[in-house]
């Protein structure tokens, strides 16, 4: 009888033990007691479709949350005629952050000459993925990506 008291009793502790941990949790205490936010990644993968000439369509495909602090970007040497710019925003659509980020669809070739020159081209490319990974506040609910030119503005919401 009292090993089925014992059993029950671990059973019951694994079930609360798993239940609880399995929380995430956005706030941690310092070494003073004050309730600090932890610092969350988030990553964003979004499929941008050129339509026609003046028509992208743009799909969140899937994006994560993690714990953890980004390292410092390093100077991003794409040089791109076009820039995309990621806004993140609350339930109310009030912008976060703001970030800028090389736009995808295109891309920048350096290509070889017969002579032996090496000349650089700006090609468009159809459909491409966008991979966005910023430190974000919790309380971030929608992405938006708005062009440099303004040519188009996608507002994703993020469940």
């Given at each position: 009888?009292?090993?089925?008291?014992?059993?029950?009793?671990l059973i019951?502790?694994?079930?609360?033990?798993?239940k609880s941990s399995?929380?995430?949790?956005?706030?941690?205490?310092?070494?003073?007691?004050n309730e600090v936010i932890k610092q969350q990644i988030l990553f964003v993968n979004v499929l941008l479709k050129k339509e026609t000439d003046a028509t992208v369509t743009a799909s969140l495909v899937n994006?994560?949350?993690?714990?953890?602090?980004?390292?410092?970007?390093?100077?991003?040497?794409?040089?791109?005629?076009e820039v995309l710019y990621i806004q993140l925003l609350d339930a109310n659509q009030?912008?976060?952050?703001?970030?800028?980020?090389?736009?995808?669809?295109?891309?920048?070739?350096?290509?070889?000459e017969p002579g032996g020159?090496?000349?650089?081209?700006?090609?468009?490319i159809e459909e491409t993925y966008l991979s966005i990974r910023?430190?974000?506040p919790v309380n971030v609910k929608y992405l938006n990506i708005v062009s440099k030119t303004g040519n188009y503005t996608y507002l994703l919401e993020l469940l």
């Open positions: 009888m009292l090993r089925i008291v014992f059993l029950l009793y019951v502790a694994l079930m609360i033990g798993c399995s929380k995430q949790l956005t706030t941690q205490n310092d070494h003073t007691g994006h994560k949350w993690r714990d953890g602090q980004l390292k410092l970007r390093p100077y991003n040497d794409q040089a791109s005629p009030k912008v976060l952050k703001e970030i800028e980020e090389p736009n995808p669809l295109y891309r920048s070739v350096e290509l070889f020159s090496i000349s650089r081209q700006e090609i468009e910023v430190q974000a």
